[in-house]
């Protein structure tokens, strides 16, 4: 059997305006093109209006979670052993 390669992305977190981000980065073609083909993910939180943006096509999109509520799981090992697929998002108790 051949195992489907799923790549995980590096998620690169910043704290600030989503603009001077941009800015910042266009001035660096080199590290912006890393993010904008996809290699890193990009996140930006704005302090000031607490949004948080991701960079989708070379510019900043608010970010809309996929749910609202995590469900939580309370066995642990047997939640990870029934799938061979990546697991969502659980809260363990």
Do not use: C
Request: proline content about 8%; glycine content about 4%.
């Amino acid at each position: 059997m051949i195992d489907v390669h799923d790549p995980v992305r590096i998620l690169t977190i910043v704290e600030q305006k989503p603009e001077i981000v941009l800015k910042v980065l266009k001035e660096n073609p080199d590290t912006f093109g890393w993010y904008d083909k996809g290699w890193m993910k990009l996140a930006v939180y704005n302090p000031f209006n607490k949004e948080l943006y991701i960079l989708v096509n070379g510019s900043f999109q608010i970010y809309h979670p996929i749910q609202k509520v995590v469900p939580k799981i309370e066995n642990f090992e047997r939640f990870i052993e029934s799938s061979s697929n990546n697991l969502p998002i659980h809260q363990f108790n």
